[in-house]
């Protein structure tokens, strides 16, 4: 069975600080995983997508994540956190055209 | 390139009304999903095609809730009669579909649903 864990609700950082927004998922089949960003009222966006090449992968505005198959995480960050990062941040993991949300982590960046 | 379309963007109805959602997904994309999100958490799966055939509605509440997908391209998601319960935001969402690595999801921007 397909799972994905965020592990905190919640993340407050201060601008220019770095961020942590942490992932774990479950999987019988080697995943495909995505971190998408959704601004308030918008539709969700794809930062980045791990499929099985590099384990560190680079997506839009600064934010990278890095595949560690013997932890089963996939944690994204980004060096300096910007005010305009401020949103709501979901893993994904997917199969076969199933995707399998998690639970969302909200992140606050503080002036 | 055009994004997903969805329409309306918002609307607002009485309970016991009926409600109708459609959704143009991007040009050559096979699969196509509708989600339901509640504020604050994740999207949860409605009903997913591949082309015209819906491969994946175990999440459907079928008493209420249908869907179609004729000729494979856009998509209507349909409640009736609505509940006050059913407010939410419904997203609509493509993918190029078959078993490619890595296949992404495009969303639309999703219709805002209020019951009164």
């Known amino acids: 069975a397909q799972s994905v864990t965020q592990l905190d609700s919640h993340v407050s950082v201060s601008e220019g600080t770095p961020v942590l927004l942490r992932c774990n998922y479950s999987?019988?089949?080697?995943?495909?995983l995505f971190w998408y960003v959704q601004h308030p009222n918008k539709g969700l966006q794809l930062l980045l997508k791990y499929t099985s090449a590099a384990t560190l992968v680079k997506g839009i505005n600064g934010f990278e994540a890095e595949f560690k198959k013997s932890e089963t995480s996939f944690h994204l960050t980004k060096p300096s956190a910007h005010m305009s990062d401020a949103a709501e941040y979901f893993c994904?993991?997917?199969?076969?055209?199933?995707?399998?949300f998690g639970s969302g982590t909200k992140l606050n960046v503080k002036p | 390139e055009a994004g997903v379309v969805q329409s309306p963007r918002y609307k607002i109805i009485e309970k016991k009304q009926p409600v109708a959602f459609w959704c143009n997904p991007i040009?050559?994309?096979?699969?196509l999903y509708w989600y339901l999100q509640n504020l604050g958490q994740g999207p949860e799966l409605l009903i997913r095609?591949?082309?015209?055939?819906?491969?994946?509605d175990s999440q459907l509440p079928k008493d209420r809730f249908s869907a179609e997908r004729l000729k494979g391209v856009d998509s209507t998601l349909k409640i009736q009669p609505a509940e006050l319960g059913d407010s939410a935001v419904y997203l609509c969402?493509?993918?190029?579909?078959?078993?490619?690595?890595?296949?992404?999801?495009?969303f639309g921007p999703g219709t805002r649903l209020t019951v009164l």
């Open positions: 994904v993991v997917s199969y076969f055209n199933k995707f399998y």
């Open positions: 095609y591949e082309n015209e055939e819906a491969v994946d």
């Open positions: 969402a493509s993918s190029p579909g078959g078993t490619v690595e890595g296949n992404e999801q495009f």
């Open positions: 040009s050559g994309h096979n699969t």
């Open positions: 999987s019988s089949y080697s995943p495909s």
